[in-house]
């Protein structure tokens, strides 16, 4: 509702190990278009190597934005953003169990291209460092039946790094799947989101 309807298309390559029980790597892209003139592609991959030991996140993308922004009250205030992003992961598999620990590099630029009584054409850098800890025993990545993962992420993005101003963003979720027979799978999931420090605003909680 946000971007109004359209169409968004992806491609996802699965590279398997020599062992067929390890999970295999993927590459994706991906391409939308919305009928509010929004529009965005990008791509990215997924390892798991050294026998699921190590997980490998990496993605990046450029998108073109229009939206309306609710957080002053009363009458939204339409702006557009042209927004580039590159984000890579790496989490560490604890001994032989199912908790992992890690971290990730986030780098964005967000271009405000229109201007009107509160946003002006600006560009604002988004640079930061994070620390990940996970449990996760689900028994399959893209279509699980079973298990349960938990993860908490926090980025501090700080001005040193490009940024106009020091902020966080903290983010807690769990995602619990319930083997219930052949035909039901019941899920839950539960997410916490929280910024600190001074945000940009469109990098507050939703």
């Known amino acids: 509702p946000a971007i109004g309807y359209g169409l968004i298309g992806g491609m996802l390559y699965f590279i398997p190990k020599k062992n067929g029980k390890h999970t295999a790597d993927m590459a994706a892209a ?83 291209s229109n201007e009107n ?24 990545f893209l279509s699980p039946t079973k298990g349960l993962k938990v993860h908490a992420g926090y980025d501090q993005f700080p001005e040193f790094m490009g940024g106009k101003t020091d902020w966080g963003r903290f983010e807690l979720y769990s995602h619990w799947y319930i083997d219930a027979g052949d035909k039901w799978t019941p899920a839950f999931r539960f997410e916490f989101l929280s910024a600190t420090g001074d945000p940009p605003f469109y990098a507050y909680p939703y």
């Open 30 to 112: 991906v391409a939308g278009i919305t009928s509010n003139g929004t529009w965005l592609a990008g791509g990215g991959y997924l390892g798991y190597w050294r026998q699921d030991k190590l997980r490998y996140s990496g993605f990046a993308g450029y998108g073109h934005i229009n939206l309306d922004y609710y957080g002053f009250g009363g009458k939204p205030i339409a702006f557009s953003q042209d927004a580039a992003f590159l984000m890579q992961q790496l989490k560490f598999q604890l001994s032989e169990s199912n908790y992992y620990i890690g971290g990730r590099l986030q780098i964005s630029k967000i271009t405000i």
């Open 117 to 140: 009584e509160i946003f002006k054409p600006n560009e604002l850098w988004n640079n930061g460092v994070g620390l990940i800890a996970e449990y996760d025993n689900l028994n399959n």
